[in-house]
């Protein structure tokens, strides 16, 4: 991801949560909102409910590739947080990465 950087405090978390405009998906629900900065940050929540810890770091590993697989065709500056459910757990990665792409696009953080 080279053009992202970490969305790490619990602060800027709950203000995504709070503020930023969500949509809400089968597998994942990405909340979004435009920062003050150039760059991009990217959060990622995985509970526990979705199972043991290598599930979960599984789940991680497919967000992010695909995020980094669209991460050229987003628009900069804004402040993205994506939440796996548990029913993603079972998704297909092109039923995950269609789902994130069609989220982003409503939320308004892709190019035209």
């Known amino acids: 991801m080279i053009h992202t950087v970490p969305l790490n405090r619990n602060r800027d978390f709950q203000k995504m949560y709070r503020r930023g405009g969500s949509v809400v998906g089968g597998c994942i629900v990405v909340y979004c909102r435009p920062n003050r900065s150039a760059r991009t940050r990217l959060g990622l929540t995985v509970s526990s409910k979705l199972g043991c810890a290598v599930l979960r770091n599984r789940m991680k590993r497919r967000i992010k590739e695909s995020y980094r697989l669209m991460e ?17 757990r079972d998704v297909p990665f092109t039923a995950l990465q269609r789902e994130l792409r069609e989220a982003l696009f409503k939320l308004q953080a892709v190019k035209r």
Not at 72 to 82: E, H, M, N, T, Y
Request: without cysteine; charged residues 25%.
């Open 72 to 88: 050229a065709g987003l628009k900069p500056g804004f402040d993205i947080v994506i939440v796996a459910r548990a029913r993603s």
